[in-house]
């Protein structure tokens, strides 16, 4: 079968390896029929994550029609259309049995993570050794461990191109607006207008916000002021002499700024483990430029979430503007795809909310080498795209 595979720094290649088996009695085969480019992709492009392998598939969001079930498998049978959440989920451990099911303690073995972190998270489809070196779904077919577990119905009125983005991007966006508190008349100012954060501004609208401003840079705020004409925003590459980020959001918001901040960019996500290095070699710099620019816009008393993947350790950091404006620095870690499918899924279908918006593309598997260095430029206006298989 046809599979895309991360063949080395900043090079992907579509490669010919053999269809997945089943391993375990609880396992899933899944005939692919669609799967979808991620930010977090561009990650594992760069070779940031340091548990790479070369011949890794990536792949980390997708849906399918179930191809094989093994002998445990009991809500799933040949034929049923289902979208996969990223991370692999055990469905029994503390935190899965809390629905909190990207720490279960069960998928993912990875020890740096635990000595380095206290404590591991899920296994994660198509995101190197670290996650616990699943194979993903940027191919034909892949293996679902736990497939009662990690595997979604979808419905008829649900078609792939929709139900796709139950697998990340929904639950991650609303997980980012849940966790940090977004609620009926806040300003919310969303950093990166990728996917995650358009959606994450959606979201914080249908919570109650009384406002939304997104920060990022030329065509990505046109993409947004064409698709989401509520939202208001501040281009960080066109700051006058004197201007910043947060001198841009005092003046919009009252001179204090705004009430909740969320991070859905990560910018600077590429220095991480070279700077968990530095630091050990005593030579680390500053890694936080992004983090401390929301604190210090955000006004007294308001919430901060981080959902973009930052990695490693970090200094210089302003814990003064936390401690003495009493700034709440929330993680919103790895969100629980779990804890929200189902009613994301209802919100779909009542036309609450439509993925479609941040769809700009839609192109072959065979193409899909070539969509990363697209992706990876941003050329063509290329944000969200959906990869037919
Ligand atoms: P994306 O690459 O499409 O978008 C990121 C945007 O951030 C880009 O438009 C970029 O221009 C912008 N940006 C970069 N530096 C910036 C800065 N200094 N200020 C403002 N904007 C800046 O990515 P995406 O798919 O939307 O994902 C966003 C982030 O969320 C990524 O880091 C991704 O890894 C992460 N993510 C987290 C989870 C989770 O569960 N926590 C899940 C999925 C994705
Ligand atoms: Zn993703
Ligand atoms: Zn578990």
């Known amino acids: 079968m046809k599979a895309l595979a991360w063949m080395g720094k900043n090079k992907v290649e579509m490669i010919e390896v053999s269809k997945p088996k089943i391993m375990e009695p609880r396992d899933v085969i899944l005939k692919i029929t669609g ?12 070779g940031t994550v340091v548990e790479l392998q070369k011949g890794d598939i990536l792949g980390h969001e997708f849906c399918g029609v179930v191809d094989e079930v093994g002998s445990e498998v009991t809500k799933f049978k040949k034929g049923q259309r289902v979208v996969a959440s990223f991370q692999i989920a055990c469905g029994d451990c503390y935190y899965c049995k809390q629905k909190l099911s990207s720490q279960c303690e069960k998928t993912n073995s990875n020890t740096i ?16 050794h670290f996650t616990g070196g699943f194979a993903g779904g940027q191919s034909e077919y892949t293996r679902v461990p736990y497939g009662d577990v990690n595997l979604l119905p979808l419905p008829d009125d649900v078609p792939d191109e929709v139900g796709l983005y139950l ?3 929904l639950c991650t966006s609303w997980h980012a607006v849940v966790d940090t508190g977004v609620k009926k008349g806040d300003v919310v100012a969303i950093w990166g207008a990728g996917p995650i954060g358009q959606m994450a501004a ?13 920060i990022d840079q030329n065509w990505r705020l046109e993409y947004v002021k064409e698709r989401y004409p509520n939202i208001d925003t501040v281009d960080f590459s066109a700051l006058k002499k004197g201007e910043s980020v947060t001198s841009k959001l005092k003046e919009m918001c009252n001179n204090r700024g705004p009430d909740v901040s969320i991070e859905c960019a990560a910018g600077e996500y590429a220095k991480g483990w070279a700077h968990y290095f530095e630091m050990m070699l005593g030579l680390e710099t500053d890694t936080s430029e992004l983090v401390n620019e929301m604190i210090t816009s955000t006004r007294n008393f308001g919430r901060c979430g981080i959902t973009g993947v930052y990695v490693g350790f970090t200094n210089h950091f302003n814990i003064g503007s936390l401690m003495e404006r009493g700034i709440r620095l929330i993680g919103n870690g790895q969100a629980p795809v779990h804890l929200y499918w189902e009613s994301l899924l209802k919100m779909i279908q009542d036309k609450q909310i439509d993925p479609l918006k941040m769809v700009s593309h839609r192109v072959r598997l065979e193409d899909l080498d070539k969509v990363y260095y697209k992706f990876e430029d941003k050329a063509d206006g290329m944000q969200k795209v959906f990869v037919e298989t």
């Open 167 to 169: 697998s990340d991007v």
């Open 35 to 46: 799967s979808t480019v991620c930010g977090s992709d561009l990650h594992l492009l760069h």
């Open 202 to 214: 959606d979201f914080s609208l249908i919570n109650g916000a009384s406002r939304v401003i997104m």
């Open 113 to 128: 993570e635990n000595a380095m972190y206290g404590g591991r998270t899920a296994g994660m489809f198509g995101y190197s």
